[in-house]
């Protein structure tokens, strides 16, 4: 059915012309290939050959960059298969039955960059089938049956940056030398969905920030570790990716047993005994670093030994080597120290220091956290000398004026004459009314004025001017109101008493 396709395209094409005799060659179907294997579509440096259910990779395969034989039958890959492609960049070996690799199975694959060898039934990887692979990036490992990785599996893998492992039945991994893996470069291992149990805390506490961030370790049987935990957690807090977007997918065993598995970052019981004092964190705290934009910065990898190799990686993830940055604002120099002549803001991040020699014991890191802040605008010098003679100026002024203006300039100060109240007819009717009170007999204080009595005379209305004159009787008698003496110089008065009220006439 695949060639009848062309074929009759090909006859349209003839009928569609047959009125004039002639076809139109650019109207014709693409030649195919020379060398492009039977059943398989070569599309310009695109070979793919999938689903066709072959036991064996074709045997003349054309020069091309992209290979695709996923979705097949293979069970072996012979040495040496690979030499007609020199071209090479991308090898799709995917949903296949490989089970072995085997030695110069890739000796001829020098400029391979990506590799899959994805949903196979591999179980082992020994320690030179992977040679030949120098410029590889991208390896694909997941979904298989690995239960064992060589202790240097992955040495002639120099410039790996993304390495899948998940799904796999990995019992154990190497932290400390990453089974020949050069830190450096690497940005992705996943290692999820395996049967990882204890792991090396101080080994993963070591791993440069940058990788910590794509270390994939979710849906695996781990301890319930104290150091872990707190190593976990400090990851969670700092919102490396790994761990925050898969917290809920972090598990660990409580007990020996599978069916004890609890959830890292919810089941905070298990952990109520593990404290801060008594476990100390492995992690080697970042230093801390704080510049402005425009200032030179230099940077120093500051190792417990003598190194004989420095790299760095800036915050962007880009590995610096010498001369510097592509940008050409970083420049590494020949002690291993970084310089910033002008700090931009893009440079504020985590710089890692890795470090190698043989007195280290393994791949030193050190990270340094650099805070780029704007420079606050200087304030105005203030002047003393000025604010003072200005002050004394003003206090001058000021006694001059005190001593010399008028207090009230332009206006006459008269003093306002008082003239006499008239009385309200309240204080009249109060005044002509008098009114006797006598001083109860109960009350020890006032027993020496039983018999004083008030009187208020109705002033006089040429000579007292309303005022009330008031007379005070020592003898006055209360059962005898007739006899009340008065001063001189009223008319009337009315006395009230406690038996009665009499009004007299004067004569």
């Given at each position: 059915m695949?060639?009848?396709?062309?074929?009759?395209a090909?006859l349209?094409?003839l009928?569609a012309?047959?009125g004039?005799g002639t076809?139109?060659?650019?109207?014709?179907?693409?030649r195919?290939?020379?060398h492009c294997?039977p059943?398989?579509?070569?599309a310009?440096?695109v070979?793919s050959c999938?689903?066709?259910?072959?036991?064996?990779?074709?045997?003349?395969?054309p020069?091309?960059?992209?290979?695709?034989l996923?979705?097949n039958a293979?069970?072996?890959?012979?040495?040496?298969?690979l030499?007609?492609?020199?071209?090479?960049?991308?090898?799709?070996?995917?949903?296949n039955?490989?089970?072995?690799?085997?030695?110069?199975?890739?000796?001829n694959?020098?400029?391979?960059?990506?590799?899959?060898?994805?949903?196979n039934a591999?179980r082992?990887?020994?320690?030179?089938?992977?040679?030949?692979l120098?410029?590889?990036e991208r390896?694909l490992?997941f979904?298989?049956c690995?239960v064992?990785?060589?202790a240097?599996?992955?040495?002639g893998?120099p410039?790996?940056?993304?390495?899948y492992?998940g799904?796999?039945?990995l019992?154990s991994f190497?932290?400390d030398?990453?089974?020949g893996?050069g830190?450096?470069?690497?940005?992705?291992?996943?290692l999820?969905s395996n049967?990882?149990?204890?792991?090396?805390?101080p080994?993963?506490?070591?791993?440069?920030?940058?990788?910590?961030?794509?270390?994939?370790?979710?849906?695996?049987?781990?301890?319930?570790?104290c150091?872990?935990?707190?190593?976990?957690?400090?990851?969670?807090q700092?919102?490396?990716?790994?761990?925050?977007?898969f917290?809920?997918?972090?598990?660990?065993?409580?007990?020996p047993?599978p069916?004890?598995q609890v959830?890292?970052?919810?089941?905070?019981r298990?952990f109520e005994?593990?404290?801060?004092?008594?476990?100390?964190?492995?992690?080697?705290?970042?230093?801390q670093?704080d510049?402005?934009?425009?200032?030179s910065l230099r940077?120093?990898?500051?190792t417990?030994?003598?190194?004989?190799h420095?790299?760095w990686?800036?915050?962007?993830?880009?590995l610096l080597?010498?001369?510097?940055?592509?940008?050409?604002t970083?420049?590494?120099?020949?002690?291993?120290s970084?310089a910033?002549?002008?700090?931009q803001e893009?440079h504020a991040?985590?710089?890692?220091?890795?470090?190698?020699?043989?007195?280290?014991?393994?791949?030193?890191?050190?990270e340094?956290n650099?805070s780029v802040?704007?420079?606050r605008?200087k304030?105005?010098?203030?002047?003393?000398?000025?604010?003072t003679?200005?002050?004394?100026?003003v206090?001058?002024v000021?006694?001059?004026?005190?001593?010399f203006?008028?207090?009230?300039?332009?206006?006459?100060?008269?003093r306002?004459?008082r003239?006499?109240?008239?009385?309200?007819?309240?204080q009249e009717?109060?005044?002509?009314?008098?009114?006797?009170?006598?001083?109860?007999?109960?009350v020890?204080?006032r027993?020496?004025?039983?018999h004083?009595?008030?009187v208020?005379?109705e002033?006089?209305r040429?000579?007292?001017n309303g005022?009330?004159q008031l007379a005070?009787?020592?003898?006055f008698?209360?059962?005898?109101t007739?006899?009340l003496?008065f001063?001189?110089?009223?008319e009337?008065?009315?006395?009230?008493?406690?038996?009665g009220?009499?009004?007299?006439?004067?004569?």
């Amino acid at each position: 059915m695949a060639r009848l396709a062309p074929l009759g395209a090909l006859l349209c094409v003839l009928r569609a012309g047959s009125g004039s005799g002639t076809v139109d060659p650019e109207i014709l179907p693409p030649r195919v290939p020379r060398h492009c294997p039977p059943r398989c579509i070569c599309a310009a440096d695109v070979l793919s050959c999938t689903g066709l259910g072959l036991g064996d990779p074709p045997s003349a395969l054309p020069s091309t960059t992209d290979l695709d034989l996923s979705h097949n039958a293979l069970r072996r890959l012979r040495p040496g298969w690979l030499s007609p492609l020199p071209r090479l960049r991308a090898l799709r070996l995917g949903h296949n039955r490989l089970d072995a690799l085997g030695r110069h199975v890739f000796s001829n694959a020098s400029g391979l960059t990506l590799l899959d060898l994805s949903s196979n039934a591999l179980r082992a990887l020994r320690r030179h089938d992977l040679d030949g692979l120098g410029a590889l990036e991208r390896l694909l490992l997941f979904n298989n049956c690995l239960v064992h990785l060589d202790a240097r599996s992955f040495h002639g893998l120099p410039v790996l940056r993304h390495l899948y492992l998940g799904a796999n039945q990995l019992a154990s991994f190497s932290f400390d030398h990453l089974h020949g893996l050069g830190a450096k470069h690497l940005r992705t291992l996943d290692l999820s969905s395996n049967q990882l149990g204890p792991v090396s805390v101080p080994g993963l506490a070591a791993l440069p920030t940058f990788l910590k961030n794509g270390l994939y370790l979710h849906d695996n049987p781990l301890p319930c570790d104290c150091r872990l935990y707190h190593l976990l957690r400090r990851w969670h807090q700092r919102g490396l990716g790994a761990v925050r977007d898969f917290a809920r997918q972090y598990t660990c065993l409580a007990f020996p047993v599978p069916a004890s598995q609890v959830r890292f970052f919810e089941h905070s019981r298990v952990f109520e005994n593990c404290s801060m004092a008594s476990v100390p964190h492995p992690e080697q705290p970042e230093e801390q670093l704080d510049t402005q934009v425009g200032r030179s910065l230099r940077l120093y990898c500051n190792t417990s030994a003598p190194a004989v190799h420095v790299d760095w990686v800036s915050p962007q993830n880009e590995l610096l080597v010498a001369p510097g940055s592509r940008d050409g604002t970083i420049v590494l120099l020949a002690d291993g120290s970084l310089a910033i002549d002008k700090v931009q803001e893009r440079h504020a991040g985590v710089f890692v220091c890795l470090a190698t020699g043989p007195r280290l014991h393994h791949n030193q890191t050190l990270e340094y956290n650099v805070s780029v802040h704007f420079p606050r605008p200087k304030p105005e010098a203030f002047n003393t000398g000025f604010t003072t003679l200005l002050g004394c100026a003003v206090g001058l002024v000021l006694v001059l004026l005190y001593l010399f203006a008028p207090p009230c300039r332009g206006c006459r100060c008269r003093r306002r004459r008082r003239w006499p109240r008239t009385p309200s007819p309240l204080q009249e009717l109060s005044a002509q009314s008098s009114i006797l009170s006598t001083t109860p007999p109960d009350v020890p204080s006032r027993k020496a004025s039983v018999h004083k009595h008030v009187v208020f005379l109705e002033p006089g209305r040429r000579g007292l001017n309303g005022r009330v004159q008031l007379a005070v009787a020592e003898d006055f008698d209360l059962c005898n109101t007739v006899a009340l003496p008065f001063k001189a110089g009223s008319e009337t008065a009315s006395s009230t008493g406690s038996e009665g009220l009499m009004m007299t006439q004067s004569a």
